[in-house]
């Protein structure tokens, strides 16, 4: 099994109504919007998508209305990682079911598992299942990266392994994936400050939060690099760096990015409790670096 996966992907925010419930109106329409502006990809239930805060029967039924919208305009991978490697293989049995194409599988994280128990968690997963399947390693989130060696070794034993997406924010980390994988799965850069230094270094695109608040942008700074117009994509990574910087690297950075997205008419709502709606001057200074960047309207 290999899918190359190409491309600038929006892990998309799940949109929530005044009652924290799922807005499939909104959803859809963030889909097409996505989908205008020329996303390679979706993934849907990443860490912006709030997957942690969803039920079981929610995130099932955000990847129905997603896989309904999108009607095969565009891939979609999905967030199925779950803390035991039980509950995962079966959402994404139930995922693979609904219709996406791939899946997206952040390792355990309450309890931090060794080498062995990372390896053997992916491996397990790999085996029961027939989807293909993306590695995401996000110790932002998590409290830990995933040895470089584990990953080899689990794309040399798994096939249907055909992707990571690593958003260490370290460019060193992703070179080293690159030397190591790159020639056989898609490397995805997981950081919007980190897009334009990973696709020179042989990374195949990135799935990336910013993406969410400056789609066009970031499709932009793709497709100016595969044209080799190289000074236009600095200019564009520059840009996107300084939108990362203020939007997506702080502890809530949910809540500023589901913000920016209200700023400019897209409605998303706000993330669920405990998360809370941002204080008014960190939602003036995301309307402030919005405006410069001429963000304000879609």
Same mark, same amino acid.
């Given at each position: 099994?290999?899918?190359?996966?190409? =491309?600038?992907?929006?892990?998309?925010?799940?949109?929530?109504?005044?009652?924290?419930?799922?807005?499939?109106?909104?959803?859809?329409?963030?889909?097409?919007?996505?989908?205008?502006?020329?996303?390679? @990809?979706?993934?849907?239930?990443?860490?912006?998508?709030?997957?942690?805060?969803? $039920?079981?029967?929610?995130?099932?039924?955000?990847?129905?209305?997603?896989?309904?919208?999108?009607?095969?305009?565009?891939?979609?991978?999905?967030?199925?990682?779950?803390? $035991?490697?039980?509950?995962?293989?079966?959402?994404?049995?139930?995922?693979?079911?609904?219709?996406?194409?791939?899946?997206? +599988?952040?390792?355990?994280?309450?309890?931090?598992?060794?080498?062995?128990?990372?390896?053997?968690?992916?491996?397990?997963?790999?085996? %029961?299942?027939?989807?293909?399947?993306?590695?995401?390693?996000?110790? %932002?989130?998590?409290?830990?990266?995933?040895?470089?060696?584990?990953?080899?070794?689990?794309?040399?034993?798994?096939?249907?392994?055909? =992707?990571?997406?690593?958003? $260490?924010?370290?460019?060193?980390?992703? $070179?080293?994936?690159?030397?190591?994988? @790159?020639?056989? +799965?898609?490397?995805?850069?997981?950081? @919007?400050?980190?897009?334009?230094?990973?696709?020179?270094? =042989?990374?195949?695109?990135?799935?990336?939060?910013?993406?969410?608040?400056?789609?066009?942008?970031?499709?932009?700074?793709?497709?100016?690099?595969?044209?080799?117009?190289?000074?236009?994509?600095? %200019?564009?990574?520059?840009?996107?760096?300084?939108?990362?910087?203020?939007?997506?690297?702080?502890?809530?950075?949910?809540?500023?990015?589901?913000?920016?997205?209200?700023?400019?008419?897209?409605?998303? =709502?706000?993330?669920?409790?405990?998360?809370?709606?941002?204080?008014?001057?960190?939602?003036?200074?995301?309307?402030?670096?919005?405006?410069?960047? @001429?963000?304000?309207?879609?």
């Amino acid at each position: 099994m290999h899918i190359l996966l190409e =491309g600038i992907f929006v892990p998309h925010v799940t949109p929530f109504d005044e009652d924290e419930e799922i807005n499939e109106e909104v959803l859809r329409e963030l889909v097409d919007y996505f989908i205008d502006a020329g996303i390679c @990809g979706l993934v849907t239930l990443g860490s912006n998508g709030e997957f942690p805060y969803l $039920s079981f029967e929610e995130k099932l039924e955000v990847l129905k209305i997603v896989v309904d919208e999108t009607n095969n305009r565009v891939p979609i991978i999905a967030g199925t990682g779950e803390n $035991s490697t039980k509950e995962t293989i079966k959402l994404t049995e139930e995922a693979w079911n609904i219709g996406v194409d791939a899946v997206l +599988i952040v390792p355990p994280y309450y309890f931090k598992p060794n080498e062995r128990e990372i390896f053997a968690h992916y491996s397990k997963i790999a085996e %029961k299942v027939d989807t293909p399947i993306l590695i995401y390693n996000v110790p %932002k989130f998590t409290g830990y990266n995933i040895s470089i060696d584990v990953v080899e070794k689990l794309v040399e034993e798994h096939s249907n392994i055909i =992707g990571i997406k690593d958003s $260490s924010g370290s460019i060193g980390r992703i $070179s080293e994936l690159i030397r190591v994988v @790159g020639d056989r +799965i898609s490397v995805l850069a997981g950081t @919007g400050d980190l897009i334009y230094p990973s696709l020179i270094l =042989g990374a195949h695109g990135a799935v990336i939060a910013i993406a969410n608040v400056a789609p066009r942008m970031c499709v932009e700074l793709y497709n100016a690099f595969q044209e080799r117009k190289f000074e236009r994509a600095k %200019k564009l990574q520059i840009k996107l760096t300084y939108l990362n910087e203020v939007i997506v690297k702080r502890r809530d950075q949910i809540s500023a990015v589901k913000e920016a997205m209200n700023i400019r008419g897209l409605n998303v =709502g706000y993330p669920r409790y405990p998360s809370l709606p941002l204080q008014e001057e960190e939602v003036e200074e995301i309307e402030r670096v919005l405006e410069e960047f @001429g963000l304000l309207l879609l």
